[in-house]
C-alpha cells in the first residue's frame, strides 16, 4: 500500500465551502412571496423628519412626519406649550411617542414651532398658529393627504392657541384656514384668560408677562371670551388635581355645547406633564382620545 501524495488534495472541503456559500445567499434572499409578505408585516415607521416654513421667521417652522402611505391620511397637528415662552416642536419626551404611534396608525403628525415672547404677544402667536395651519393643509394636500381630516392638538400655552384659533372665525378666515375634524386641548392654560388674569390670589408673573394689564387685551385673547360661534368638536382633557383647569375647560366645552358644537372632557388623575407626554403611550388614556377622535370621524387604525 503506497503512501497518499501529499500534493493531492480531496475536492470536498472546497466543495463544501461553496455549498454553504449558496445556501446561505439562499437564506439571505427570500422568495418574492416571502419578502411582500415581510414588508407588509413591517411596522409604518416615519421616514426623516422634513421641516416646512410657513413665514420669513426661523421660528415659522413646523415638522412632518409622514405615515407609509399618505395617500388620503388624515394629521394631527401638534402645538407645544411652555407659557408661551419657551417649547420647541422638537422636544424630547413630547413628540416621539405621538408621531410614532399614530404614523403607524396611518397619519400625518406635524409638530409646530411659533414666534414667543418677550417678542410676540399671544394673539399673535396665535395667528402664527393660523398661517401654520393653512401652510400644513396645503402641504399635507400636495402630499396626497386628507386637507380637511385636520385634528388640532396643543398642551397648556399650546391648548390656550388652538383653543383662540377655533373660537376665531376671522382669525381662520384671514389664514385661509380650512375645515378641520377636532380640536384637542391637553390641560389647557388660560382657557378663561379673563379670570385667569383677575389672579384669585395666585401668583400671576408668568401671565402678566404673557396677557399684561389691559382687560380689553385680555377678553381679547381669552378663548372662552372670543367662543360665539359652533366650530368643529372638541376634546379637554384636563388635570383634576389642578384647581383651575378643569372649571376653565368645563366651561369652555359648556359654551361650546350652547353654540351646536360636539363636547368631551376626560377628567384625568394625572399631572399636567403627565397628561401631554403619556399621550402616545400604549395606554388606555391615549385610546380614550382615539376613541373621540375615530368617533368624529378620523380614520386612525387600530
Known sequence: MTAADPRRRTPWPGLAFVLLLALGAAFRQPAPAAAQAAASAAPAIAPAVH????????????????????KGAPTIFYVH?????????AMRGLIEAKQKRWTAAGAVVISTNYRML???????????????????????????????????????????????VAASPAMI??????PWRASVLLDGGAIDTEATMQGR???????????????????????????????????????????DSCP???????????LGTRTQLLEKPMSHMEINRDLGEDNDYTREVEAFLRSVGVPLRS
Open 51 to 70: 421641516e416646512v416654513a410657513y413665514g420669513p421667521d426661523p421660528a415659522q417652522r413646523f415638522d412632518i412626519h409622514l405615515p407609509r402611505q399618505p
Open 81 to 89: 406649550g411652555g407659557g408661551w415662552r419657551r417649547g420647541d416642536k
Open 118 to 164: 418677550p417678542d410676540t404677544d399671544p394673539l399673535e402667536q396665535a395667528r402664527d398658529i393660523a398661517r401654520a395651519i393653512a401652510k400644513a393643509q396645503d402641504t399635507v394636500a400636495s402630499l396626497g393627504g386628507d386637507p380637511d381630516g385636520f385634528v388640532l392638538m396643543g398642551h397648556s400655552a399650546g391648548a390656550h392657541l388652538i383653543g383662540l
Open 173 to 178: 378666515r384671514q389664514a385661509g384656514v380650512k
Open 201 to 243: 390670589g395666585r401668583k400671576l408673573s408668568l401671565f402678566d408677562a404673557a396677557f399684561g394689564k389691559d382687560p380689553a387685551y385680555w377678553r381679547a385673547a381669552s378663548p372662552l371670551a372670543q367662543l360665539n360661534a359652533r366650530t368643529a368638536p372638541v376634546l379637554a382633557v384636563c388635570a383634576s388635581g389642578r384647581r
Open 248 to 258: 376653565a375647560n368645563r366651561l369652555f366645552l359648556d359654551k361650546a355645547a350652547r
